[in-house]
């Protein structure tokens, strides 16, 4: 080649070379563009749907794992996002139903054509018949919904249907525990690819291993680091979200968190304590959404083991709650107290019976009837990462001092808080935005019934399981708020938790994250946001 043709073709490199930086770079800012970060606490403990206890998992699981069904939506007046509608059950994975004449059999028609990604393994019948075996056989998550609904047995009919019979007339709450992301649809030849003669069902495979077909699937994941999801496109039913990837960064300490929002190296930032959030109030490009909600701020007592075994010291730690200064000082009037295990935005909610207050006389006077005239101490569990509950458990730390009462607060991984807490090894758990998502007083009443897998204070009360069993098959509104009453003076009284504030559900986000829908489970959902110029 000549050196004028050379110079000739470096000429019209150079002049093209602006054009393809260019390219490049309005390619890496539409990929940006579409790219979802969430900064969260902690690691993903599990990916399992059937024993997952943990929102951090919850939350994943809900977006890469496909629901029998949807709730609807329905706008707030005055507010840019919009809510569930749990009037409204839609298909999702389940496509359609038919409802015998006695409500006994229901008969479900399995969406076709939908695959899961990692295998190409169409969604079939099948899948949903393993999911509802595997519940009794493991006595894992699914087995407390199969049990709560009144689910007797389970049967194919097609390739593409199946028949679920009840024990009584279908509940509504059924379709509400649909949505329940414990119901996501497990690619059940994946997962018994992988049983063993010890693990006959693929569990301890399915906890690190992702057989789903959501929304979006996993791409990579480093775990105790980041976790990347991409879009579920082929061979999937809805429409491509907004969002084509989501990027979950795990971020242990919560100001980090909240640095990385306000900069905008992050779009949401969970976890964030109320100081943390009212630091970022009216930050540019910031948004921190407030949404009335039933959570609840509580601690599990033990009831199964000393010291927590004998309900006058459980009466006496109700007597070292510093209740006004929680609601009025720690979360400056935006909390509401309790008065109730059920809080008060609830209808089923009764007060009545509460005659708790910030009282160290009382409570000392109790801890000498029930052996403790010296006072006592106990391990108090918080989740590593969650800011909030560790300046909780220092105020009742604090509060319960007067009374010769030591509470060791102890910061462990959202994985071990959990297992402490179903196995009873845990003294106690404090737990913040603690949410019963559907507002039924069985439903609530499942975390207290003996041997409940939702019963994480290992409590028992022959009265609480018969008013269980009741509201099971009563219908009647008149009777079933007389039967929530009495179970409400009931526990009161038998404080196997201490009931700290009814909290509002806040949300960090960048402010040009738009299309939030507000879940009855605090749960977000990816699938419907989008990034708003």
């Not at 109700?318 to 107290?337: C, E, K, M």
């Not at 010769?404 to 807490?421: D, F």
């Not at 039924?440 to 399981?465: C, E, K, M, Q, V």
Request: some cysteine; proline content about 6%; aromatic content about 10%.
């Amino acid at each position: 080649m000549s050196r004028r043709r050379m110079v000739g073709f470096l000429l019209v490199a150079l002049m093209l070379l602006p054009l393809t930086v260019a390219g490049a770079q309005g390619a890496n800012q539409q990929t940006a563009q579409h790219t979802l970060v969430i900064a969260i606490p902690g690691e993903v403990p599990t990916l399992d749907p059937d024993f997952s206890r943990y929102p951090i998992s919850n939350m994943v699981l809900l977006n890469i794992y496909e629901q029998w069904f949807q709730y609807g939506s329905k706008p707030v007046p005055g507010e840019s996002y919009t809510r569930s509608d749990i009037s409204q059950i839609k298909g999702a994975a389940i496509e359609s139903w038919q409802i015998s004449p006695d409500r006994l059999t229901l008969t479900l028609n399995v969406r076709q054509g939908v695959t899961f990604p990692t295998t190409g393994d169409e969604m079939t019948a099948d899948d949903f018949l393993y999911w509802l075996n595997k519940g009794p056989a493991t006595k894992s998550g699914i087995l407390w919904n199969e049990n709560m609904a009144g689910m007797k047995s389970w049967e194919k009919t097609g390739k593409y249907q199946f028949q679920i019979h009840f024990s009584k007339p279908i509940p509504s709450m059924f379709w509400m525990l649909g949505r329940d992301q414990a119901w996501g649809v497990v690619d059940s030849k994946a997962a018994m690819a992988h049983a063993t003669s010890s693990d006959p069902w693929g569990s301890q495979w399915l906890a690190k291993h992702y057989a789903g077909n959501g929304e979006y699937k996993i791409a990579s994941w480093d775990p105790g680091s980041t976790m990347v999801l991409e879009a579920h496109t082929n061979g999937y039913w809805r429409q491509p979200p907004y969002f084509t990837k989501v990027i979950l960064r795990v971020v242990p300490s919560g100001s980090t968190r909240a640095l990385l929002l306000q900069k905008g190296d992050v779009d949401i930032a969970l976890s964030l304590s109320q100081q943390e959030e009212d630091q970022l109030r009216g930050t540019k490009g910031v948004r921190i959404l407030t949404v009335p909600s039933r959570s609840r701020n509580l601690v599990f007592l033990n009831c199964s083991k000393p010291p927590f075994n004998n309900v006058t010291v459980r009466q006496a730690l109700s007597y070292l709650v510093p209740y006004q200064q929680i609601v009025n000082d720690f979360y400056q009037g935006r909390a509401q107290p309790m008065k109730s295990p059920i809080p008060s935005l609830s209808p089923w909610s009764d007060s009545s019976a509460w005659t708790y207050t910030y009282d160290v006389a009382k409570a000392k006077q109790l801890l000498a009837e029930a052996g403790f005239p010296n006072g006592l101490q106990y391990t108090l569990n918080v989740m590593s990462g969650d800011t909030t509950a560790t300046r909780l458990g220092v105020l009742l730390q604090q509060a319960a001092r007067p009374a010769g009462v030591t509470v060791n607060v102890h910061q462990v991984t959202s994985a071990v808080l959990a297992e402490q807490e179903s196995t009873g090894t845990a003294e106690a758990t404090l737990r913040t935005e603690w949410l019963n998502y559907i507002d039924d007083p069985y439903y609530f009443l499942g975390g207290y019934y003996t041997g409940s897998a939702t019963n994480r204070s290992h409590y028992s009360n022959p009265t609480i399981d018969k008013i269980h069993t009741e509201l099971a098959t009563t219908f009647d509104d008149a009777t079933r708020h007389q039967l929530a009453d009495e179970f409400q003076k009931i526990l009161i009284q038998d404080a196997p938790q201490l009931w700290l504030a009814s909290t509002p559900l806040t949300y960090a986000m960048r402010s040009d994250i738009g299309g939030f829908k507000v879940l009855e489970d605090s749960l977000i959902w990816f699938y419907p946001l989008d990034r708003q110029n």
